[in-house]
């Protein structure tokens, strides 16, 4: 049976959640797919973009993607193609409750598009409503042309003008 690119990358979601609940235990609060998934748009050269909320974490990205990669990485790899599916780069993003609700750039797209396939006391949820409520108060939009996206924070900012989101 042929499935989509697209279905791949979705059923690849939920192994990677039951894998993530297997191995980081009460340490994983969430899990949210965004990019081109969550968008419905993948392809065969896509990755898989999703974001972890869990507590407690090591400091730092290189300390967090080598826990990642020893707890699950070659796991889901021996799982996903062992299991005959094409292979599939995972791009995880980690962060814990705390640095969510503080905000990032990556929050303003999961504000239009994300699949928050687990959000235990509502952390991902929290930090995204407040994203948006920022954007909001800026008068943000996001402007879309040629198939590229791109956010325009404050439409009526003047040169020279002191601006914090």
């Given at each position: 049976m042929i499935i989509s690119a697209q279905c791949a990358r979705e059923e690849a979601a939920r192994v990677l959640l039951e894998m993530l609940a297997e191995k980081y235990g009460r340490r994983l609060l969430g899990m949210a797919v965004f990019g081109s998934t969550a968008r419905g748009v993948a392809t065969e050269a896509s990755d898989l973009d999703f974001l972890i909320c869990a507590t407690p974490l090591p400091q730092g990205r290189y300390q967090r993607v080598t826990e990642f990669d020893e707890l699950i990485e070659w796991?889901?790899?021996?799982?996903?193609?062992?299991?005959?599916?094409?292979?599939?780069?995972?791009?995880p993003v980690i962060r814990t409750p705390e640095e969510l609700l503080a905000g990032s750039p990556l929050l303003f797209d999961l504000t239009v598009r994300v699949w928050i396939l687990r959000d235990d006391g509502g952390a991902i949820a929290r930090a995204l409503d407040r994203m948006r409520t920022r954007l909001d108060r800026a008068g943000a939009r996001r402007l879309t042309r040629g198939g590229l996206s791109w956010w325009d924070l404050k439409p009526d900012f003047r040169p020279g003008e002191s601006y914090s989101l």
């Open positions: 796991a889901f790899r021996d799982q996903w193609e062992g299991a005959g599916n094409a292979p599939i780069d995972l791009s």
